[in-house]
């Protein structure tokens, strides 16, 4: 029997480290140094988690030691104020990112290995990034670019990004990025927020098995954006085209004024704790993205401690997490730069030539960690995948899984098909703060379904409606402290009002991060989907997660969507719209399959009250599925107003919701059960 057709059930031991991981991982090394510092030491991970968080900034300074941070300026006190918002962290300490990355380099192995879609991987030594980044840096320096001036790319992740980013924070400008697949509206709904003084574009990219045409938009975005007044053109796909007008080539860029580029010297311009490092975006599926702004020591520490001490990354491993330049999940690929790891970077299909294309991809550049999603993990395994068999995975210790819950049939899937030692590393967190609040932990067991643990120096928490922390109960996961890469704050937010009301406005104070989550006994963590979205069928609320964890077991289904509506007398409508397999019917027989598999796996009350078959389910461009701007849909709300198709991986499936809406609306209001 395979492990898609066995009962799947929260809680199941899959994977116990061994003593020797345990006591070679960089947490157990930290934990152990700590005693020599006055601290601990500490028998278990629960008692160190409770320390980091009951004194944080004794535990975020020795972060700081153990990593030997390297400020030009000292910093006065850690954290003198820790009311949220407006907490500040390390004031008075002046350093920068970029600086920290270059300490790690080496010649004894590459800083990135890219693979083009479709090609082999090719490898950019350190000397390479270094002169590469030190040319643009002076181009950029040589412009009048520097702090208080913003540098907006338009590129897919390839080497290019890479070294953009790092020439932008070395010259204490502000970088924002997204990925090439974005329509032209997508890209002004970002960068016009931000008034680029800078623009670098990209002619196409890879995917499926094409090169994709992103001239047009390239340039069309780049002419609406009026503060630009430098613009660089990489002529990646289409190298035999004309640049875009008024702007000078790659190639010219990173060589720097008058070609001197090979012998620029790498400059940092030393910036404070919390000068503004990017501009993330909210998803922005109702309305413009709001830009979350990190700073560059916030950063810093947060990915020292997280990718060392809960992702294991150290010096000499091959970081490889599937992401776009649009996604956090890139700037955590950077981030693993500063522990002197190679970053594995791909442009393409996940998916190309087939659904094999990540495992084959993780063969071919020696991955030690392979960081997907929860929806590529489940594909693999819904095509029957068995890659620790038909791959050479001897180099892959760990697997990473974010972006949306890993049900407990996919942890088990893992280990039975990738490994039995491999360590399953699910995590959630968000671009809020560019990070996971909830991590794995090389020191603990993997359960299915569940979260090693809450991450060191985040005191997270899940509250009932009144507030008060429970355990083993579904709650709102709130952080009842602050952590040093929340966001600086929002782009165009001068009285804070925005920022506020993403986070504060439902408990005073504390961060509410808009998930249903469940803190177990033992420490471990479930996500049960977003808190907006929530099923609330007869008196019980219920995580959207939960439904497609059933349902998307059974193979007649691809991938679901679950939307609970208030209606307006007083009932509740819960549709299930289903992306059905090939050669699978939406009929009487599968009805009753999926009714049952809900009644006895979660309760009667979810039942959904109809099952619609969809051509596809939409996301946000990061993978989300769009819950809450469909259920807008059905209430009724202007399309306008409810989505905004920027946003949308597939906007066509937008406008199938739409139809159906409007249809709906015509034939009147169906019974429960219809």
Request: charged share 20%.
């Amino acid at each position: 029997m395979s492990a898609a057709d066995q009962p799947a059930a929260f809680g199941e031991l899959l994977w116990t480290p061994s003593e020797a991981a345990r006591l070679q991982s960089p947490l157990q090394r930290y934990l152990d140094w700590l005693p020599a510092e006055g601290v601990g030491p500490f028998p278990s991970y629960a008692e160190a988690w409770q320390w980091s968080v009951d004194h944080p900034a004794e535990f975020w300074e020795t972060v700081w030691r153990y990593f030997d941070v390297q400020a030009r300026t000292p910093y006065t006190a850690v954290l003198p104020d820790a009311a949220m918002p407006g907490a500040h962290w390390f004031p008075g300490a002046t350093l920068n990112l970029a600086e920290h990355v270059f300490r790690a380099a080496s010649d004894d192995r590459p800083a990135l290995v890219f693979v083009e879609e479709g090609a082999e991987p090719v490898a950019t030594s350190w000397a390479t990034l270094r002169h590469q980044v030190a040319g643009l840096a002076a181009t950029l320096r040589a412009w009048g670019v520097g702090p208080g001036d913003t540098v907006a790319a338009f590129l897919p992740n390839t080497p290019h990004a890479i070294v953009a980013v790092l020439a932008v924070a070395s010259v204490g400008a502000t970088w924002s990025s997204c990925g090439p697949d974005f329509g032209t509206q997508g890209v002004l709904d970002r960068f016009a927020q931000i008034e680029p003084k800078v623009f670098i574009g990209v002619d196409g990219y890879r995917y499926g098995g094409k090169r994709i045409d992103r001239r047009a938009e390239c340039m069309e975005a780049r002419d609406a954006l009026p503060t630009v007044e430098h613009t660089i053109w990489v002529d990646y796909q289409f190298p035999e085209g004309p640049a875009c007008a008024e702007s000078i080539r790659w190639a010219e860029a990173i060589a720097g004024p008058e070609g001197a580029g090979a012998n620029a010297t790498l400059e940092f311009e030393a910036v404070a704790f919390e000068h503004p490092l990017w501009i993330l975006y909210s998803s922005g599926t109702t309305g413009l993205p709001k830009g979350i702004v990190h700073g560059h020591g916030g950063i810093l520490l947060e990915h020292y401690k997280a990718i060392a001490f809960h992702m294991g990354v150290e010096e000499g491993d091959r970081f490889f997490w599937y992401s776009s330049t649009s996604w956090m999940m890139w700037n955590v690929v950077l981030g693993s730069l500063l522990l002197g790891a190679t970053a594995v970077l791909y442009d393409g299909s996940p998916a190309y030539p087939d659904v094999s294309g990540l495992w084959r991809l993780a063969e071919k550049t020696r991955a030690t960690l392979l960081g997907t999603s929860a929806g590529y993990l489940m594909a693999s395994q819904k095509a029957e995948l068995h890659p620790g068999r038909d791959f050479d995975l001897s180099a892959l210790r760990a697997i990473g899984s974010t972006g949306s819950p890993l049900p407990p049939t996919g942890f088990r899937w893992v280990y039975e098909a990738v490994g039995e030692d491999i360590w399953l590393n699910s995590l959630s967190g968000g671009t809020d703060v560019c990070t996971a609040f909830v991590a794995g932990n090389p020191l603990l067991p993997v359960y299915s379904g569940e979260i090693q643990c809450r991450a060191l120096g985040c005191r997270v928490e899940s509250w009932d409606p009144e507030g008060k922390p429970h355990v083993d109960e579904v709650g709102e996961l709130v952080l009842t402290a602050p952590t040093p890469s929340m966001p600086v704050f929002f782009w165009n937010d001068a009285d804070g009002h925005k920022y506020h009301d993403a986070y504060f406005d439902v408990f005073p104070g504390v961060w509410r991060h808009g998930d249903w989550c469940t803190i177990t006994e033992r420490g471990g963590v479930v996500i049960h989907g977003r808190s907006d979205s929530t099923l609330n069928k007869q008196g019980v609320r219920m995580g959207s997660a939960d439904i497609y964890e059933v349902v998307e077991k059974l193979p007649e289904i691809r991938e679901s969507l679950v939307i609970g509506v208030e209606l307006p007398d007083g009932g509740y409508w819960m549709p299930l719209f289903v992306h059905l397999a090939p050669e699978a019917a939406l009929d009487d027989a599968l009805r009753a399959k999926v009714a049952a598999a809900i009644r006895a796996e979660l309760t009667p009350r979810h039942v959904p009250d109809e099952l619609i078959a969809v051509p596809g389910v939409p996301h946000t461009r990061t993978g989300k599925r769009l819950e809450i701007p469909v259920k807008r849909l059905l209430t009724g709300a202007d399309p306008a107003k409810a989505v905004n198709l920027g946003t949308v991986d597939d906007p066509a499936l937008i406008q199938w919701f739409i139809d159906y809406a409007g249809t709906r609306d015509s034939a009147g209001t169906r019974d429960a059960g219809d």
